[in-house]
Structure formats: C-alpha cells, structure tokens
C-alpha cells in the first residue's frame, strides 16, 4: 500500500481511515522500539 492515502487504504480494506491512521501509528512505535531497543538486553 506505499503511495497510498490512508483513505484509499481504508477503502481498499474495508475499515475506516481513523482505523488505518491508529494502525500506522501503532506499527511505527512498534518499529521505532525495535530498532532503538538497546542490543545489551
């Protein structure tokens, strides 16, 4: 879905674009936290 709006996103699956936008902002903390994790733990 790279280049698509997150209303287009929303439309293609059937969700809300306030869903979608939740959804992308939970998968970027998730990847934020991974690659900032501190290897040593």
Request: aromatic residues 4%; glycine residues 8%.
């Amino acid at each position: 879905y790279s280049g698509l709006s997150q209303s287009a996103i929303a439309q293609r699956l059937g969700i809300s674009q306030m869903h979608v936008s939740r959804l992308q902002r939970n998968a970027l903390g998730k990847l934020k936290l991974s690659l900032f994790k501190d290897p040593a733990a």
